[in-house]
C-alpha cells in the first residue's frame, strides 16, 4: 500500500516525502546531518566532496495568493544575511532559471564578509509555488568562488536544483489514494500501449472481458510490421472515477517514419475494482 500522508510517486515508485518536491544532488557530493544551529525552516543541508560549498534547503508556508517579485526577494535575502552578520560587498543582478514543471528559480548573488572580515560569494536561490517557499542558500569562500573550480560548482548547483520535481502527493494536501492507485494503473496501461507488446496490454484487461478477441485482432494490427519502421503514442485524454468504477479515454497514434502524418485512434474503456486493483471490464468505444 502507498503512505498514506504527504507523499507521493515518481516514474512508477512510491516515495515518502514531507513537501512533495525533490531535485537530484549532484555527484559525489555529501549530505550533511543538520545540526543544533540549524534554522527552523531548514530541511536538508549538502556539501561538494571538498566541502568547499555548503548548501542548505529550506521551506517555509506562505499566503498562496502573495506573488514573489525579484525585488522582493533581494530585499529579504540581504535582510537575512545582515541578521547573520555578514557585511554585504555587492549585489549582483537578479537571474531566473527554468524548471521542468515548477516554474522559475529567481537567484540573487551577493559578494559579502563573515563577522571575521572572511571574504564569501553566495547565491540566494527562490521557487515559489502555491503556499510554499523554497529556498536554497550556497555559499562559497571567494578565493575558490573566483577560480574555474568555484564556477563549476555554482554551475553544478543550477543544475541540480533546475531539476526539481513536484511528487504528486496523498492525503490532506493532495489526491486520494483511490484516486492515486487508477492513475498508477492508467499509466501503467498507456506505457503497455506504446510496447506493441500484445501480452503487456492484456494484462490490464478482466479474465472476462466480452471484446478480447476483437481488442486482440486490432491491437495486432496496430502494430503490424517492423517495430523499427514505425513508432506508437499513447495518451490518457479523459478519466472519470466513480466509486470502484470509472472510465478512461486514451488517444493512440501510430506514425510510420515513411508516412506523412500518424494515424490516431480513439479508445474508452470501462474500469472497475476488483478485489483491490483495476481491470479494464468493458469496452465504450462510440462506434
Request: with cysteine; glycine share 6%.
Amino acid at each position: 500500500m502507498p503512505p498514506s500522508v504527504e507523499s507521493g510517486v515518481y516514474d512508477g515508485q512510491f516515495v515518502q516525502t514531507d513537501y512533495g518536491f525533490g531535485f537530484p544532488v549532484p555527484a559525489k557530493w555529501i549530505y550533511l546531518r543538520l545540526s543544533a544551529d540549524q534554522e527552523v525552516d531548514e530541511v536538508a543541508r549538502f556539501c561538494d566532496p571538498t566541502r568547499q560549498m555548503i548548501v542548505r534547503v529550506s521551506v517555509q508556508l506562505r499566503n498562496s495568493a502573495e506573488k514573489l517579485s525579484s525585488k522582493a526577494w533581494v530585499d529579504i535575502s540581504e535582510q537575512e544575511l545582515k541578521n547573520h552578520q555578514f557585511k554585504i560587498l555587492k549585489r549582483s543582478p537578479v537571474r531566473e532559471y527554468k524548471t521542468l514543471d515548477s516554474g522559475n528559480w529567481v537567484v540573487a548573488p551577493f559578494s559579502m564578509t563573515d563577522p571575521k572580515a572572511w571574504p564569501w560569494s553566495d547565491e540566494e536561490w527562490a521557487l515559489s509555488k502555491d503556499d510554499l517557499l523554497i529556498g536554497v542558500h550556497a555559499t562559497l569562500p571567494q578565493e575558490i568562488a573566483d577560480t574555474d573550480k568555484g564556477k563549476k560548482l555554482f554551475k553544478a548547483l543550477e543544475a541540480s536544483v533546475s531539476q526539481i520535481h513536484w511528487y504528486t502527493p496523498i492525503g490532506p494536501r493532495g489526491i486520494s489514494g483511490e484516486r492515486f492507485e487508477l492513475q498508477h494503473f492508467t499509466e501503467g496501461f498507456r506505457q503497455a500501449l506504446e510496447s506493441g507488446s500484445l501480452s503487456k496490454v492484456g494484462v490490464y484487461f478482466d479474465e472476462m472481458y466480452p471484446e478480447r478477441a476483437k481488442w486482440n485482432n486490432w491491437y495486432q494490427q496496430l502494430v503490424l510490421g517492423d517495430p523499427k519502421s514505425f513508432e506508437l503514442k499513447a495518451e490518457l485524454t479523459g478519466l472519470v472515477i466513480n466509486g470502484d468504477n470509472a472510465s478512461a479515454s486514451f488517444t493512440i497514434a501510430r506514425k510510420d517514419k515513411s508516412g506523412p502524418k500518424p494515424q490516431k485512434y480513439e479508445k474508452d474503456f470501462k474500469l472497475s475494482k476488483k478485489e483491490g486493483h483495476w481491470e479494464i471490464t468493458f469496452p465504450l468505444d462510440k462506434s
